[in-house]
């Protein structure tokens, strides 16, 4: 049983690039979410997406940052015009039903290095 | 403004030592997760306590949910060096779309 996958692991980009991440949830979850920790810190929650629908994006930063979660295919977290500041590792998670009092599942992880 | 706050931030023991790491609010969760996240790689779900007053054993670990579940504390019996790496505490709350991480606390056992 597969669980949740992220692409890529690791991702280098000059500054001002774009920065594409995916997440396949665990078969048969169909809630996403993505957080970002940056270094020595705690996970901070951005964004809950359900199949085709953004459901919760209080936390994402207002400019350069979108999240998409697809009928078909995985969910793509996009960073336009990479700065410094984003590097971070981005995590995402994925739950059966909506996270509030249930667990969520989390991949291991994509690394972006902003240059 | 942090939801959680965890204590220590930082602990380094002695292999076989116990150690208890706390994870305090002044909100009340619905439930309360406890993960463990090894450099380079995700958070690994190690309990959900949902009840308060709860306590759950897992082999040398502890995990206890506060009675007004606002806080809970990981005790960790004869640490092992395998035991080394960040723990985060995760509450999540009635209505919220996403669990509130802690701030961590990094845990090294030295053999």
């Known amino acids: 049983n597969a669980g949740v996958m992220q692409n890529p692991r690791h991702l280098v980009r000059r500054r001002g690039q774009e920065a594409r991440l995916r997440c396949s949830p665990m078969?048969?979850?169909?809630?996403v979410y993505w957080y970002r920790q940056l270094p020595e810190e705690g996970l901070k929650f951005m964004v809950y997406?359900?199949?085709?629908?953004?459901?919760?994006e209080s936390g994402m930063p207002k400019e350069r940052f979108s999240a998409e979660f697809p009928k078909e295919g995985p969910s793509i977290l996009r960073i336009q015009q990479v700065v410094r500041g984003d590097s971070a590792a981005y995590f995402c998670?994925?739950?059966?039903?909506?996270?509030?009092?249930?667990?969520?599942?989390f991949g291991e992880g994509s690394w972006l290095t902003v240059v | 403004t942090q939801l959680l706050e965890q204590s220590p931030q930082f602990l380094s023991i002695q292999e076989g030592e116990n150690l208890t790491v706390y994870c305090n609010s002044s909100s009340v969760f619905s439930s309360l997760q406890w993960y463990r996240q090894e450099p380079g790689e995700g958070p690994v779900l190690l309990v959900t306590?949902?009840?308060?007053?709860e306590v759950k054993k897992l082999k040398r670990l502890t995990f206890q949910f506060g009675d007004a579940r606002k806080d809970s504390s990981l005790h960790i019996t004869a640490a092992q060096p395998g035991d080394t790496g960040l723990y985060l505490c995760?509450?999540?709350?009635?209505?919220?779309?996403?669990?509130?991480f802690g701030t961590g606390t990094r845990l090294t056992v030295i053999p």
């Open positions: 998670a994925s739950s059966p039903r909506p996270s509030g009092g249930n667990t969520i599942y």
């Open positions: 078969k048969g979850h169909s809630h």
């Open positions: 995760a509450g999540a709350r009635t209505g919220a779309n996403n669990l509130f």
């Open positions: 997406l359900q199949k085709e629908n953004i459901i919760d």
């Open positions: 306590v949902v009840t308060g007053g």
